[in-house]
């Protein structure tokens, strides 16, 4: 699914796995004992339960298929699970993080799952800001949630109130 002439959304392959790794550590995990290494994310990436997509393209000098984001969402009977997204920051606030949700969203509706949970750091206003602009409300704190270092907010989503108008 493409989104801008620049970059295009695909299900991530093996071979994407460590540049997906590289940036969770850095962007989502930094602070905290790594989780998602390499044999982790392709685990989640042959999992009939788990979905893995990356935003691929040309931007700030990068080759065409440079890894510009990713995202890795785990479903349920009736539920998913955003487990990780995160977009390069030189490359946010250019619809890569919208574009890879929203394809995340349509494949649940697809699916017949309509509530998706999530979970953020307290410290990443940006993430929760980027979230509740797109309808996710916040439901709860967790104290010590990130390996006792971080409280986490956790965000959820009904998307029964789908509209077309939600990918576009």
């Given at each position: 699914?493409g989104?801008?002439?620049?970059y295009?959304i695909?299900l991530?392959?093996?071979?994407d796995?460590?540049g997906i790794?590289s940036?969770?550590e850095?962007?989502?995990e930094?602070?905290l004992p790594?989780?998602?290494d390499?044999p982790?994310?392709?685990?989640?990436?042959?999992r009939?339960?788990s979905?893995?997509?990356k935003?691929?393209?040309r931007?700030?000098?990068?080759d065409?298929?440079a890894?510009?984001?990713?995202?890795?969402?785990?479903?349920?009977?009736?539920a998913?699970?955003?487990?990780?997204?995160a977009?390069?920051?030189d490359?946010?606030?250019?619809k890569?993080?919208?574009?890879?949700?929203?394809?995340?969203?349509?494949t649940?509706?697809?699916?017949?799952t309509?509530?998706?949970?999530?979970?953020?750091?307290?410290?990443?206003?940006?993430?929760?800001h980027f979230?509740?602009t797109?309808?996710?409300?916040?439901m709860?704190r967790?104290?010590?949630?990130?390996?006792g270092i971080e409280?986490a907010?956790l965000?959820?989503?009904?998307?029964?109130?789908?509209?077309?108008?939600?990918?576009?």
């Amino acid at each position: 699914m493409g989104f801008d002439m620049n970059y295009e959304i695909a299900l991530a392959e093996p071979a994407d796995a460590q540049g997906i790794a590289s940036m969770s550590e850095r962007l989502i995990e930094y602070g905290l004992p790594l989780s998602w290494d390499v044999p982790r994310v392709v685990r989640h990436m042959r999992r009939r339960d788990s979905i893995v997509i990356k935003a691929v393209g040309r931007d700030s000098g990068r080759d065409a298929d440079a890894l510009l984001g990713f995202a890795i969402m785990n479903f349920q009977q009736d539920a998913a699970h955003l487990s990780l997204l995160a977009v390069e920051p030189d490359c946010r606030r250019r619809k890569i993080g919208r574009g890879l949700l929203a394809w995340l969203e349509e494949t649940a509706v697809t699916a017949g799952t309509f509530f998706i949970s999530l979970e953020v750091r307290t410290r990443n206003t940006a993430a929760q800001h980027f979230y509740r602009t797109l309808g996710y409300d916040e439901m709860d704190r967790v104290v010590g949630y990130y390996s006792g270092i971080e409280d986490a907010v956790l965000f959820a989503r009904d998307l029964r109130v789908y509209t077309t108008e939600n990918f576009d």
